[in-house]
């Protein structure tokens, strides 16, 4: 060991070398062995005879060296490149993998019908059931292996020809495998697709293989998934690339996030009012309103990258300010929470303020009053609750401190001196007195006052509070009292924190609700309002807290959260049921805003008309009006619903919910026509056949169910059961002639299914490539494989939708986002238009019936965001040849 050398000296070095050159000669005599095989392969498929078990209707192959090319592949490809991709196909799928068994429990084979291409049992890897039957398409690959007799089990393939003919047999098998071998060697993906457990890209990698005109195989988490291409598509050159000529601008935001949280409804100068919800602030003009840009409906500011969580307006009612929660990106990587300053009329971000010196989000932020808006100050979300001032125009820090280590739910400057600030929350409510330190960043201090409530009970919660003209405050409770606040000399028995000689204590107590007080509004003549959680009153106040005048909101709209002053006596209320409310104490309140208050699943659109219905964990069904932006109908489920699915009638739709039951309602009356249960677990998908003459509801026990439909509707009859999944449906699309399903599972598999020959499992899913299906839900199948990114793992889309005109594909991620493809959608790493604005994972998508708008859910955000589709041109089918597009909007990016 002593006397060896260094790096490139020895004997090691040496033998590497020696070894490598042996490897590089072994090689290429690999290669001649391997065209030699290929060789000996052409002249047996030359000179073997028909054999007696070959259907005595089939003529004999021609005996030239150019056999017949199957429809569908390209003229270069003869039958022995087709035996090669399919065999290799056979022979990875049949090998022990991490999917999960074969369908035991399946409908039989057709008796008498043909194989597909690799005699898989399903396309997904979750069903490999066959081994070695017709592994290529009709009439080709009987000149390589005779066919199985009908009556002969799948799995014995062997036994379906006579002794003399199985070395035959057995040569032609191994030297398409040779030829498999040849043609494959210069691919090093095609290698490494054979075994996906030993890709390089890793069990949760997303990689595909061409195989030759006839397939094209992926992979999720290490299964290989097959998809078969149609015969009208020669090269996968000739498919769509790039982007879609079609863009998405945000139309309409449904909802309003007053569940939970506080800081979230005010009225600008321009007579808008703002609110937000998921990653978006919307600025909402009510019908009517005077003056300002746009005239009426909805503008939106999209600058944060996740869910807005309290804003803030400055004193000129222009300028906003908006703080978001922390979040990660599609990586994986932490996004640090923020607060954006922007202009509300040109909807332009002024400045970013505290970009990493926030944890876990921004809870509560206000600007000063007295100064013209100079300062803000914030509280964020971590332990401590760190308080801290910011210069506005710079965006620098100027303070920091500690807080409390309880919930601070409300902050604001006093509007007489921006040295004071209040915060209110858990049982306690601080004074803060501010020093600017000369306007240089980081020299500023902060000192806190604790208010004593001496004799009067300390409260739960602090929510709200509101600065009156004469320097007290006022403050609601959780107790329903409103306190009033003023400064007093300190008292040796009850002394102010910090030795200091004067304090904060209370001057007055009203008892003003049953339930905590959420929100308190000073109105421009003085008098204050107050608005009730339990009771959900609204209570006018005048001088000394004398009651004036009171109104109570609709149960069904939930408790008051906001309370903001519009123009003249107008009032704009926020609710807990996320609502927005408009009107006055002596008229009442109308909504003008509703939304959901739980996560979303449930979506469709209608058949010919601009609405769509929606449903989910508040087990509310709701039907929109896409063209009023108004909530038509809502109706209790008692259940969560799932999915739905409107009838070609328009006049029902079904309903599933997560109990295995599923409703049929009357679109008009809103009544129950039919209530049935089908097993107990969760319906995840309910789809109408086209001509309405038969309803398919896929279950999480692994089945299809088939229901016979009346022409209105009204009326179901049990048809049958499609059984063969080995895994729970997630999706499912009725063909054209509404004879024919399509079906995805959990364990990745897509099916076929001959719904009116008695829902039977088409095990020769090489005959599907070619059929034509009415809508395209399935987020797996060739026409869509393209929309899958690198690195997936199987949950990363939640649903998919195909364009009516058939022109573009819409994308729903576990991401926050919504992608746009062109369709077809069938090479790997498409590019699409990505568009954020939800908080949340992106549950499901759906286009109008006139593809004039996209309709987006959010999960956990409960938003449900409504997009005009621009640039679509005239209807009908997308063209052969795609447009391209030079370039991305600002609003886009590359899906890679």
């Known amino acids: 060991m002593d006397g060896a050398g260094g ?10 070398q020696s070894l490598s050159r042996r490897l590089q000669v072994q090689e290429k005599e690999m290669e001649l062995v391997k065209a030699a095989l290929a060789e000996a392969l052409r002249l047996l498929r030359l000179h073997v005879p028909p054999t007696p078990l070959q259907d005595p209707g089939t003529p004999a192959p021609p005996r030239d060296s150019s056999p017949a090319v199957p429809p569908g ?4 490809c003869g039958p022995s490149l087709v035996s090669r991709g399919t065999q290799t196909e056979t022979e990875a799928e049949t090998e022990p993998s991490p999917g999960p068994p074969g369908l035991s429990n399946g409908p039989p084979a057709p008796q008498g019908g043909s194989e597909e291409p690799g005699g898989t049992q399903s396309e997904g890897g979750g069903s490999s059931s066959s081994g070695t039957g017709s592994p290529g398409p009709p009439g080709v690959l009987r000149l390589v292996q005779p066919p199985q007799r009908a009556d002969t089990p799948r799995r014995n393939s062997s036994s379906s020809s006579s002794p003399s003919e199985r070395p035959r047999q057995k040569l032609s098998r191994k030297a398409a495998s040779s030829a498999n071998l040849l043609l494959r060697s210069g691919s090093t993906e095609s290698r490494g697709g054979k075994d996906p457990l030993s890709s390089p890209g890793g069990p949760g990698s997303r990689r595909s293989n061409y195989n030759l005109g006839i397939s094209v195989k992926m992979f999720l988490r290490g299964r290989p998934i097959t998809m078969y291409i149609p015969s009208g598509i020669r090269s996968l050159e000739e498919l769509p690339s790039g982007p879609p000529p079609e863009t998405l601008s945000l139309d309409w935001v449904y909802g309003y996030r007053g569940r939970d949280s506080r800081s979230n409804l005010f009225v600008l100068r321009s007579g808008e009012v703002v609110y937000f919800i998921a990653c978006v602030v919307v600025l909402y003009r009510p019908e009517g309103g005077p003056g300002g840009p746009g005239g009426g409906g909805q503008r939106h500011y999209r600058g944060h990258t996740d869910c807005v969580r309290c804003l803030a307006v400055h004193p000129d009612g222009v300028r906003v300010a908006s703080g978001q929660t922390a979040g990660v990106d599609k990586d994986g990587k932490p996004l640090q929470p923020v607060v954006h300053v922007w202009d509300s009329e040109t909807l332009l971000k002024l400045q970013e303020i505290g970009l990493g010196a926030f944890e876990r989000g921004v809870g509560a932020l206000a600007f000063s009053v007295a100064d013209q808006g100079a300062f803000l100050c914030v509280v964020d979300d971590s332990n401590e609750h760190m308080l801290s001032v910011w210069d506005c125009s710079r965006g620098t820090k100027l303070a920091e401190i500690k807080s409390t280590n309880d919930s601070v739910l409300a902050i604001g400057f006093s509007p007489r001196d921006s040295s004071c600030i209040v915060t209110s929350g858990k049982s306690h409510v601080h004074f803060w007195n501010w020093s600017g330190g000369a306007g240089l960043p980081g020299n500023g201090t902060l000192t806190r006052k604790q208010g004593v409530f001496g004799k009067y009970k300390k409260p739960k919660f602090i929510p709200c509070f509101v600065f009156l003209p004469d320097g007290d405050i006022l403050t609601g409770d959780s107790e329903g009292n409103i306190l009033t606040w003023g400064r007093s000399l300190s008292d040796s028995r009850t002394p102010g924190r910090g030795g200091a000689k004067e304090t904060y204590g ?19 003549d003085g008098t204050v309002l107050s608005g009730g959680g339990r009771d959900r009153r609204l209570v006018q106040w005048g001088p000394g807290l004398v009651a004036l005048r009171e109104a109570e909101i609709p149960e069904h709209f939930g408790a008051v959260r906001a309370i903001a002053e519009g123009l003249g006596s107008e009032l704009l209320v926020g609710t807990t049921k996320n609502a927005l409310l408009r009107g006055d104490l002596a008229q009442g309140f109308s909504p003008v805003i509703q939304g959901h208050t739980d996560e979303l699943w449930g979506l469709c659109t209608h058949p010919f008309q601009n609405r769509f219905l929606t449903c989910g964990h508040d087990r509310q069904l709701c039907l929109w009006d896409g063209e009023g932006h108004a909530l038509a109908w809502s109706i209790d489920l008692k259940e969560t619903g799932l999915c739905a699915d409107f009838h070609p009638s328009g006049a029902v739709v079904a309903v599933g919910l997560n109990t295995g039951r599923w409703l049929v309602l009357d679109t008009e009356t809103q009544e129950i026509v039919s209530d049935i249960t089908d097993g107990n677990e969760q319906l995840s998908v309910v789809r109408y056949s086209p001509d ?7 279950s999480h026990d692994n089945m299809i169910y088939i229901y016979s439909v009346s022409s209105d509707g009204a009326k179901s009859s049990r048809f049958g059961r499609c059984v063969g999944h080995s895994s729970f449906i997630t999706h499912l699309d009725w063909s054209k002639d509404g004879s024919f399903i399509m079906s995805n599972s959990g364990d990745y598999e897509i099916l076929y299914w001959d719904v009116v020959g008695g829902c039977k499992l088409l095990r020769n899913r090489y005959d599907s490539r070619d059929r034509e299906w009415a809508t395209y839900t399935c987020v797996l199948g060739f026409h869509v494989y393209g929309v899958w990114p690198d690195g997936s793992d199987g949950t990363d889309i939640n649903s998919l939708c195909r364009s009516h005109n058939e022109r573009v594909v819409a994308v729903a991620d576990d991401f926050c986002k919504v992608h746009l493809f062109q369709y077809p959608c069938a090479r790997a790493k498409a590019p699409s238009l990505v568009y954020g604005g939800h908080g949340s994972h992106v549950t499901s998508v759906r286009f109008t019936h006139d593809d004039s708008h996209l309709i987006s859910l959010g999960g956990k955000d409960a ?4 997009w005009r589709v621009l640039g679509a041109g005239s209807a009908g089918p997308a063209p052969a040849t795609p447009s391209r597009t030079p370039s991305l909007s600002p609003a886009s990016s590359l899906d890679v």
Request: hydrophobic share 45%; aromatic share 6%; with cysteine.
């Open 7 to 16: 790096p490139g000296e020895g004997p090691a070095p040496e033998a590497l």
């Open 73 to 76: 592949l390209p003229p270069t």
């Open 506 to 524: 209370i001057v007055a107590q009203a008892h003003a609700h049953e339930g905590s007080i959420f929100a308190l509004c000073l109105r421009r």
């Open 692 to 698: 309405g003459l038969y309803l398919a509801i896929g």
């Open 863 to 866: 938003s449900i965001f409504q």
